[in-house]
């Protein structure tokens, strides 16, 4: 019998990359024999505390994002509403680095969970988990010409204009795929999208490359067909300063073909990749012939499977902690109530 109830809290607009890596650990959690991880999603501080009321949870998992659940916060060191709840409560830190993690504190959450494998854990608050590779199977495609893919929201800095470029330089014939969907927060209209379209389309100079773009929200399911159908996937993204890893190259290594990315900070942890797969190291040609067996094995380091186990292995020393508090707690009441009467 599962021990320990934790709620694993997430927002409910869709069409949001904060939304759908919640979703999908949300999957994943729900599969743990040790723990009873359980998955809902609210936008109001009346919703959560519904459901905290009715299900109790020791622990609460917040997917937490400011611009997505900006009911969350505290005020002159008090925690608005949520410091009515007697839970342990531990926040996913999205846009994270070295220095953030270091001097993350508990004046929100009591703990916090990064996906960055790269840190290096100094702070006892914070914890790192691996990445999430959905498991995917299909053939390899047999296009006639290379097909090359992305796809991400129009947001600044993803360089799908560099990929027309790159390709164009590289390639005297070749087939771009590009998956643009409207975002919720940033581009819910599509102006971002349909303009990065105009002026890809605009950038093209050899007649035998081939561009498509969709503006259509795909489901995981569909971004790794998507994905599946491509000889290639490219990930050109700008240095955007202060950013946590992406989850777009978790779906691209999932699915099993080659994946090229720029030295971004944003796919750091794909830096130690052999041979790598950076262009600044390497041609697309070059990339592209190398294969995916060093990717191969991050599927394996990072599977789902994996990622429940760092999950309960992180939920076991929380728990562990919090008794130890529990246990000091009366001892130091005592040995306070001693040294009054010892002075006195």
Known sequence: MAESKILFLNHKAQKCGVYEFGHAIGD???HSTKYDFFYRETDTWREFYEIFQQEKPEIIIYNYYPSTMGWI???NGILVNAHKIRAIQIGIIHEVTQEIA?????????YHIAADPTLILKNPIVYKTGRLIPHFQSDPPKNEIVNIGSFGFATEGKGFIKIIDKVQEEFSEAIINLNIPFAKFGDEKGDNARNIAKIAHQRLRNKNIELYITHEYLTTQGVL????KNDLNIFLYDQQGNRGISSATDWAIAVK????????SMFRHLFHCNPSICIEDNSLQTILSNGVNHLERLC???SPENLLLDYERIIDDILNKNKQRQIKSPMQKRLSQFFRVFHN
């Open 300 to 302: 394996e380091e990072w």
């Open 102 to 110: 270091d001097k993350t504190n508990d004046f929100i959450f009591d």
């Open 73 to 75: 916060g505290k005020k």
């Open 257 to 264: 073909r080659p994946l090229a990315v720029t030295k971004n």
């Open 225 to 228: 067909q998507f994905l599946s």
């Open 28 to 30: 994943v959690l729900s």
